[in-house]
């Protein structure tokens, strides 16, 4: 039966990284691979210059804000009366448009830290910074130690990966026909039942084949970047036959294989359906024929060429 290699591909959250995008010094490490976590879970603390001083700014900014609004609550009320200068209210207005773009602006750096507003205050007083994971999953990597201090945007601190509703991606090369049935074949396992779930509309340019994407039937979950081979159940096919790929002869672009007879053999045109490896399936060939496993070397063993 035709074949090609199969992995199985991450789905959207089966794998994440966490890093630091701004300078930062280790302070605590709360996991260790192998360990199951949960989406939220604290996988380290770190200490980050930068996002310290933003949080200090906000804390200022926000005290300002909150006293130049005080102040120009009271000048309206006297304006009301007659009694406050319109270059006061001005001046009052100017002093807390800049507070509230100050606080915003360090509000933008803590968000690039992964923190808000409400975590400003014990980031101001030098608390450390939680690193969350993004996802469900088992901890693969643990690469931050105690004390280290990583570059912003440097290499994750942790890996986390997790199992999910497998697809898996194979790569034929040629186009399959649309009634073909599939089936994963792993070490040690009996074949898995395959459903295609899409077809790329054009062949990869690289290499010329066309990627074919499958879920198992029934869906079960299989590791992220597991490896195997799909293969094409000759079975699901009317009129289709697996015969060694050098049983192929093409000439004039026309496939033929030499069939077994009482005089010698015979050459009987076929249809290639797919290739792989040593195997090819053809359309033509009948089911009691039987086939030259390697044509070229009959034809020159009987100088017919």
């Known amino acids: 039966m035709t074949e090609a290699p199969a992995r199985v591909l991450p789905s959207p959250e089966g794998a994440a990284v966490v890093g630091v995008p701004l300078r930062a010094s280790v302070s605590r490490v709360a996991v260790r ?61 100017t ?78 090369a040629r186009p399959l026909p649309a009634e073909a049935r599939f089936e994963l074949v792993l070490p040690g396992e009996a074949p898995l039942p395959l459903k295609e779930a899409g077809r790329a509309p054009a062949m990869d340019p690289r290499d010329g084949t066309t990627a074919t994407w499958f879920i198992p039937e029934p869906p079960r979950a299989l590791p992220s970047g597991l490896t195997g081979r799909v293969r094409v159940r000759a079975d699901s096919l009317p009129g289709v036959s697996v015969v060694p790929a050098r049983a192929l002869l093409l000439e004039s672009g026309q496939a033929e294989v030499l069939v077994r007879t009482a005089a010698g053999f015979r050459r009987q045109p076929v249809e290639v359906v797919a290739t792989s490896g040593a195997e090819a399936l053809v359309r033509g060939a009948g089911e009691a024929d039987v086939v030259a496993a390697d044509a070229e070397a009959l034809l020159l063993a009987e100088g017919a060429r």
């Open 33 to 93: 691979p192998g360990q199951q976590v949960k989406k939220g879970h604290v996988l380290m603390e770190v200490r980050m210059p930068e996002a310290v001083q933003a949080a200090g700014r906000h804390q200022a900014a926000t005290l300002r804000r909150e006293a130049y609004a005080r102040r120009r609550e009271q000048l309206l009320a006297l304006q009301a009366q007659g009694m406050a200068r319109l270059t006061e209210l001005a001046e009052a207005e």
């Open 95 to 172: 002093q807390l448009a800049e507070a509230q773009a100050e606080t915003q602006a360090a509000l933008a750096l803590l968000a690039v830290a992964g923190l808000n507003a409400a975590d400003a205050a014990a980031v101001a007083r030098g608390g450390p910074v939680p690193l969350r994971s993004p996802v469900e999953g088992i901890v693969t990597e643990v690469s931050g130690v105690l004390g280290e201090t990583r570059a912003g945007g440097g290499a994750p601190l942790v890996r986390i990966m997790r199992g999910g509703e497998a697809l898996l991606e194979a790569r034929f």
